[in-house]
């Protein structure tokens, strides 16, 4: 409970004429900063810049993933810029290639139905932020990881994904997996 100065009375939060939240857990936006521009860092961009800066993929000259570029995917090659990756988009659709590399600004751009690229890419990425809400294969995604590498899942499909046992086995024959250490992270 808390008490609102506004209106003298106790409240349990919520949405009414005023809202009393925590300082501690409160940001100001500038007056210069639009409403409608603001938004897209306080719901997208916290959704990757928290897994980013969580799971150390936030240092410069690392080789970052990102699968799905909506309004997620946006916000993560931004970031995973910012921190000064080397990002890499991994899309099923090539149509959105250009606006990956030149209006975002990633390095890379992989379409993940394209078996050879994507096998040219095999153990390439420290990290990959997956943002794709619609089930989708994640076993290609992990191949595309170095040893100790990350696979953060950010998008919420309706259904759970799958992740069979056995091509994991063949990459712990093969030596690309070391079982021993945490060689990838699935957060969901």
């Not at 953060?152 to 992740?163: H, T």
Request: net charge negative; hydrophobic share 45%.
């Amino acid at each position: 409970m808390v008490l609102n100065i506004v209106m003298e009375q106790i409240t349990h939060g919520g949405y009414s004429d005023t809202m009393v939240a925590d300082e501690h857990f409160v940001i100001r936006i500038p007056d210069s900063l639009p409403l409608e521009a603001a938004a897209p860092l306080l719901c997208a961009g916290i959704t990757v810049y928290s897994p980013l800066r969580y799971f150390g993929l936030d240092k410069s000259g690392l080789h970052v993933g990102v699968v799905g570029l909506g309004g997620l995917g946006h916000m993560d090659v931004k970031y995973a810029k910012a921190f000064g990756a080397n990002v890499t988009v991994i899309s099923t659709s090539p149509n959105k290639e250009k606006e990956a590399i030149e209006h975002l600004g990633a390095d890379s751009f992989l379409i993940s139905r394209d078996q050879d690229k994507m096998q040219a890419a095999v153990g390439t990425l420290d990290g990959i932020i997956d943002t794709v809400s619609a089930n989708h294969p994640i076993v290609p995604l992990i191949g595309l990881l170095k040893s100790h590498g990350k696979l953060v899942m950010v998008g919420a499909p309706e259904k759970p994904l799958e992740l069979p046992i056995f091509p994991l086995h063949q990459d712990f024959d093969n030596g690309n997996i070391d079982w021993q250490g945490e060689n990838w992270l699935l957060e969901v």
